[in-house]
């Protein structure tokens, strides 16, 4: 379901509250027994926050040729870049001194304004 409901081009944050709700419909009786439970609740609900979202990276963008720690998107906007895609290459957590390039796609997580700035400064034109 969460698969077709990203292909459809829903937003990770709406997905994830339209899973926990059915979850929640059929599981209700069984999540409230238990200490168990109350971790994994409480981990579902710090994820309602956070969003993954692939962003690229036009030829307008000012880090074209700077590495992820020039760019510094995690102090100026607040995402972190966990995953690059590049020549249909996947380079997860890449490290501080891959230079961005035209054409890359950029995965990134953090909340749904950080993402939208990041988008900003990675793809201006869009």
Known sequence: MRHTLLTLGYP?????QYTDAVRNDAYEDTLA???K???L?????AMRSVEIAWQPVSAASPVI???LAEANLR??????VIALIRDKKVMPNPKSDTQFLVGDL??????AAEISEAEK???PAS
């Open 12 to 16: 990770m944050g709406q997905i994830q």
């Open 65 to 67: 040729g700077k590495t």
């Open 33 to 35: 027994e238990g200490d």
């Open 75 to 80: 102090t100026k906007v607040g995402t972190s």
């Open 106 to 111: 950029v995965g990134l997580i953090g909340s």
């Open 121 to 123: 400064i990675l793809n």
């Open 37 to 39: 439970y109350r971790v």
């Open 41 to 45: 609740d409480q981990l579902v609900s």
